[in-house]
Structures are given as C-alpha cells and as structure tokens.
C-alpha cells in the first residue's frame, strides 16, 4: 500500500512539472511576439499628418520645409528588352542595341523643400503669384542630380498635398511619349516614316483635296498633314473605336485645303491618328506599348489610362477659377468602361505621369538615347526627334519637339507646353549642357510669352535653372 503511495506521488510530481513546462513555454512565446510587434507593428504616433489644415484654405500653400535634407537614390535600371534584330533607321547611325555607357554616372534627387528653405521659399511665392492651386517640377542639373519641388494640393476637399511621385495628366506633353513609343517601332521594322500611313491603317487616309499625296507619320509628328482640329472632329474626340477615326479621315472638314507636308498647323488630332498607326503596327494597346518599350526599361509608372497605373497617386484637375474640372475618379473612369480594344485617341494629352520620372525621359533623349545606363533610343533615333527642320511661327518643329535658340536665359531649348481643364505644362532640355526642366500646374493662371511659352512655368524655372 504504501509502495503505491510512493508511486501515485511521484506521478503527481511529474504531472506538475510538465505543465510547468508547457507554462513556461507559453509565456516565452508571448513574450518574443510582443517584442516582435513592438519594433516592427507600432504606429508612429508623433508623424505629423500631411493633411494639415492651411490658415488660407482657398489659396493652398507648400508643407514646411523638413529640417534636414533627405536624398534618394534614382530607381535601379531595369534591363531593356532584346531589340537586335531591329531595324536602324540611320546606317550610320549605332543600333538600338549599342552598349550605354560602362559606368553610368550615379545620380540622387532631393527635394528642395527638404534641402534648400530660401529656394523653396521662392518657387512657393512664383506659385502663390500664378494663383496655384497645385504645383509640381523637376529639374536634371545636367550632372548627376535631379531636384525637385512641390506646393499646394493633390485634392483640396481632401487636403491631399502634392508629393514627388504625385502623378498629373499631362496634357500635350503626352505627345512625345507617343513619337518615341513610335520610334521603337521604326527600330523594329514595323514602322517607316515617310510611308502612307494607309498601309499601316487599313484603309485609304488621304486629304480628299489632294487624293494623290500621302500623308505619313512624320507628318504627323511635324504637325504638316493638313488634318486639324475642326469641329467634326471635337465632336467625335472622346470616343474610342477605330471606326470613328476612319470616319473623320474621310470627312473634307477636318483637311486643309493644302498639299500635305507643305505647312505647319497645330493638330491634337493628327496625334489620334498617330496613335491609331502604332496601335496598328504593334498589335498593342498604348499603354502597353509603352510598358514595354518606355516604361519598364526606365522603372516608371506611368499611364495613358489612369486606371492601369500602379500607384494611383493622382492630382485633381481644377481650372483658373479654381473650380473642380477633372476629379480623381473621372480620370480613373475614362477609357474604362466596354471592350476598350483602341487607346489611340488617349495620345493627344491623356499620359499621367509624375514631372520626376517625365524629366527622366527628357534626359535619356539628351544623352542620345540612355538614362541611368539603361538604353532606350538608338542615336539616330534621337537624331530624327529632334531634326527641327520645319519653320514654324517662332521655333523650329520636331518630331513633337521645338527648338529655339536663346529661348530661355540665352540657352537654346528644345521644349512644348501643353494645356487642358486647367493643367498646365511645359518641358525644356538643352542639348548642350544636359539641363532638364518639367513643370505641371493646376489652377494657375494661364498667360504665355510671345512665342507660347507659359509664364507660370518659365517663372518656375528661373530660379532653379541656373
């Protein structure tokens, strides 16, 4: 008896310490969970929020300069995509496969607002003067640094500030995407310049006054091809489907009465069609044109549909009188609903891009075809965007490019300006020195120089340019 007493004891004994056990380890577990949260879970409970209301609410001003400066590493370059056997479109010009440069210079962006306060004090009173109610720019130093700046808001109800990768419809700057991304396809074989753009199209394109001269896509990138902006085409400019192109093009009311190539004339819709031929030859849609020929050999997110961007970071639109003309949603909606099987019409002014990574592009075209050693262009390429061989009324036009000499402070620029619900925005490059210069605004006040360039952006460059 007492033996089993011994024994039922000792049971007990055991019983008690394994539970112990499992208690401790129990503990132990919650004890390193705990832990775990607290460095990597806990909110920042001191982070200032960035909606902070402004003593001025219907005149929106730049956050606080931060106290220390804060410099990030341009994004990594990605591989662009295997082009050799494409076509060069110049003999003697390197194939688009030619190697960029060994070692690409390093380059960092900072933001003024964090980096310089007398500066950024200047640009916020250049935009309080134009009546901002946004304001976005970006500037490559020619060298190694891009910097930037924003005032005012995304989104004003919501008290949305304007961020550097803030993304804006770009309006007519939109354009030159659409001759680069058509340029790719000249690389590749499937595009020729100076051919009817029929061939390309499907059906016979021609100015019904002059039924035996081609129209071609270098003059639709010239702006010579005798189609513009009538009101037959206004009526039609939101619709989508390749049948309303087809229609237009026959119409004699959106063709001048002139031998196309003769003359220059402004023309959102010869872009339409322009975006037509690339779709045509590509088999793709613009937008993924571009991802694969622009977009991810240079890592950015951009869009000519709102909706297929990966960060939907975007500005509202508003006009002059600071009314509401474009929200969020509507740019997300357009091109959205049905079978949306055309984008083209989206080439006129639809790209939504940030002004940091639209700077990028302007710097690859100025270092003949590479950004951040990634190759995008071939040189002879670059030598065609900006063969400004066509007299327009104060510049020489391009291929959506112009070139004027001393155009702003005694350099000589290739630059466009675009304008649309408010927005507007100007790029400027200078071949000489690597210099570039993007600047969007919205609510701003409008007026432009002489030569039409816009004052809001020219006063916004000013400070940072030289």
């Known amino acids: 008896m007492n033996k089993d007493k011994k024994l039922v004891k000792k049971g007990l004994a055991g019983a008690v310490l394994a539970l112990a056990l499992v208690a401790l380890v129990f503990l132990l577990n919650i004890l390193t969970n705990a832990i775990g949260q607290s460095e990597t879970e806990a909110p920042d409970i001191d982070a200032p929020s960035p909606f902070a209301a402004s003593d001025e609410p219907s005149k929106p001003m730049p956050p606080e300069p931060m106290p220390e400066p804060v410099i990030q590493p341009a994004p990594a370059p990605i591989s662009p995509p295997d082009k050799s056997e494409g076509a060069d479109i110049d003999a003697d010009a390197p194939s688009h496969d030619d190697e960029p440069p060994?070692?690409?210079?390093?380059?960092?962006?900072?933001?003024?607002?964090?980096?310089?306060?007398?500066?950024?004090?200047?640009?916020?009173?250049?935009?309080?003067?134009?009546?901002?109610?946004?304001?976005?720019?970006?500037?490559?130093?020619?060298?190694?640094?891009?910097?930037?700046?924003?005032?005012?808001?995304?989104?004003?109800?919501?008290?949305?500030?304007?961020?550097?990768?803030?993304?804006?419809?770009?309006?007519?700057?939109?354009?030159?995407?659409?001759?680069?991304?058509?340029?790719?396809?000249?690389?590749?074989?499937?595009?020729d310049l100076d051919t009817d753009i029929s061939d390309y199209l499907g059906y016979e394109a021609r100015n019904p006054f002059h039924p035996d001269t081609p129209i071609t896509s270098r003059m639709l990138m010239q702006h010579t091809s005798s189609i513009y902006d009538t009101g037959a085409y206004q009526s039609g400019r939101l619709s989508y489907e390749a049948d309303t192109t087809r229609n237009?093009?026959?119409?004699?009311?959106?063709?001048?009465?002139?031998?196309?190539?003769?003359?220059?004339?402004?023309?959102?819709?010869?872009?339409?069609?322009?975006?037509?031929?690339?779709?045509?030859?590509?088999?793709?849609?613009?937008?993924?044109?571009?991802?694969?020929?622009?977009?991810?050999?240079?890592?950015?997110?951009?869009?000519?549909?709102?909706?297929?961007?990966?960060?939907?970071?975007?500005?509202t639109l508003y006009?002059?009188?600071?009314?509401?003309?474009?929200?969020?949603?509507?740019?997300?909606?357009?091109?959205?609903?049905?079978?949306?099987?055309?984008?083209?019409?989206?080439?006129?002014?639809?790209?939504?891009?940030?002004?940091?990574?639209?700077?990028?592009?302007?710097?690859?075209?100025?270092?003949?075809?590479?950004?951040?050693?990634?190759?995008?262009?071939?040189?002879?390429?670059?030598?065609?965007?900006?063969?400004?061989?066509?007299?327009a009324e104060h510049y020489g036009q391009g291929l959506s490019t112009r070139f004027q000499d001393n155009a702003f402070m005694g350099e000589g620029v290739f630059w466009h300006t675009g304008s649309a619900y408010g927005t507007f925005t100007q790029f400027m490059y200078c071949m000489e020195t690597g210099r570039a210069f993007v600047a969007v605004t919205t609510g701003a006040v409008g007026d432009r120089e002489p030569n039409g360039?816009?004052?809001?952006?020219?006063?916004?460059?000013?400070?940072?340019w030289g």
């Open 248 to 315: 237009l093009l026959n119409m004699s009311t959106v063709h001048r009465d002139r031998l196309p190539g003769s003359q220059h004339e402004y023309s959102d819709f010869a872009f339409a069609v322009l975006g037509a031929v690339c779709e045509g030859v590509s088999g793709k849609l613009l937008d993924d044109l571009a991802a694969v020929a622009l977009f991810e050999p240079m890592g950015i997110d951009a869009a000519f549909a709102a909706k297929n961007l990966q960060n939907k970071n975007i500005a």
């Open 102 to 191: 060994d070692d690409p210079v390093e380059r960092s962006v900072a933001n003024i607002l964090e980096l310089d306060e007398g500066l950024s004090d200047t640009l916020a009173a250049v935009a309080r003067d134009f009546n901002c109610v946004a304001a976005s720019l970006a500037f490559f130093d020619g060298e190694s640094e891009y910097l930037t700046f924003q005032y005012g808001f995304a989104d004003v109800g919501e008290r949305r500030l304007v961020e550097e990768e803030t993304k804006f419809r770009i309006a007519s700057l939109s354009k030159l995407v659409v001759v680069i991304l058509a340029m790719t396809l000249v690389e590749e074989g499937l595009l």
């Open 453 to 464: 360039m816009l004052k809001v952006c020219l006063a916004l460059a000013g400070p940072v």
């Open 319 to 391: 006009n002059t009188s600071h009314d509401q003309s474009r929200s969020v949603q509507a740019q997300l909606n357009q091109g959205a609903s049905g079978p949306l099987v055309h984008q083209h019409n989206m080439a006129i002014g639809n790209l939504t891009i940030s002004a940091l990574d639209f700077t990028r592009i302007l710097v690859m075209l100025a270092d003949g075809g590479v950004c951040d050693g990634v190759r995008v262009l071939s040189e002879g390429s670059v030598r065609e965007i900006h063969n400004t061989d066509v007299a």
